[in-house]
């Protein structure tokens, strides 16, 4: 499904009604977006997806898996035709594509072995320590990891493999989106591994709080601003939260932080 960017806000909109169906870019992340134990796709993003689609006229979500790191590239070679994973939004993926208003906001949390022997509770802490460190390819939590000094840092699939590199003691440390650490620890109770407090990021010696949203291609801003328009009236209504409640979210990670404010340098 090609779409020209004429710079009149693109057609795919029209495109997808006719079709009816959409196809949603995941990346396997729990609990933005991921295929469930029965095959099936689920997580917060697909949800929330479905349900605005489904009020601009398209009835069906079609799940098409990738690695974090290939979903910009896969987004705008037309692999599929939005973004549904939870991406940060950052001024260089603002270049790359346009997002719609952030669901939710999110500190950081570590996977450390029980009892969290080298005390880990800050990017700084584990540089300070020398400590080893993992997260998702692609995961904003690499850059805050250097930002604080941290050398040895490795990538590993998602967050299960990052739990099991704990208990298995190849990393020290595994550093994730709050909900995602306390979701994989919940779900396999670990007796092995822990999840730390929330971390808050330090960049420029000021504290982050990440936001994350649905990406589309640049000339689709027809698209981008229905789909908005539709997530802001679920985010008047309560209706946003009582969808993200069942994938671990709560009120204090909803948000009004805007993508505009995000995307500036």
Same mark, same amino acid.
């Given at each position: ?44 993003? @697909? ?10 006229? %398209? ?31 950052? @001024? ?73 590199? %704990? ?16 979701? %994989? ?21 000021? @504290? ?37 409640? @069942? ?19």
């Amino acid at each position: 499904m090609a779409t020209a960017d004429t710079g009149d806000g693109g057609t795919l909109l029209d495109q997808l009604r006719a079709k009816g169906t959409v196809r949603l870019g995941l990346a396997g992340e729990q609990p933005y977006s991921y295929i469930g134990k029965d095959g099936e796709m689920t997580g917060s993003a @697909p949800a929330i997806a479905s349900r605005i689609f489904k009020e601009l006229g %398209v009835d069906s979500v079609q799940p098409f898996a990738t690695e974090f790191g290939s979903l910009i590239t896969g987004l705008n070679s037309l692999q599929f035709d939005v973004v549904a994973a939870g991406m940060y939004i950052n @001024p260089e993926r603002c270049e790359q594509v346009i997002f719609a208003d952030p669901e939710y906001q999110m500190l950081d949390a570590f996977i450390v072995p029980k009892g969290n022997p080298k005390n880990l509770n800050s990017y700084k802490d584990i540089a300070e320590a020398g400590a080893t460190m993992a997260t998702g390819v692609g995961y904003a939590e690499i850059g805050y990891a250097e930002e604080a000094g941290v050398k040895n840092i490795t990538t590993l699939p998602d967050q299960l493999a990052g739990l099991l590199a %704990v208990e298995q003691g190849r990393v020290d440390v595994f550093a994730g989106t709050a909900v995602t650490v306390f979701n %994989v620890i919940k779900e396999t109770e670990s007796t092995k591994a822990e999840a730390t407090k929330e971390v808050t990021p330090i960049v420029d010696g000021k @504290p982050v709080i990440d936001v994350g949203g649905f990406a589309f291609r640049s000339p689709e801003t027809n698209l981008r601003d229905s789909f908005n328009r539709e997530l802001h009236k679920l985010k008047k209504s309560g209706e946003l939260l009582e969808i993200m409640r @069942p994938f671990g979210f709560t009120k204090d990670q909803m948000t009004t932080i805007t993508a505009k404010e995000k995307c500036a340098p």
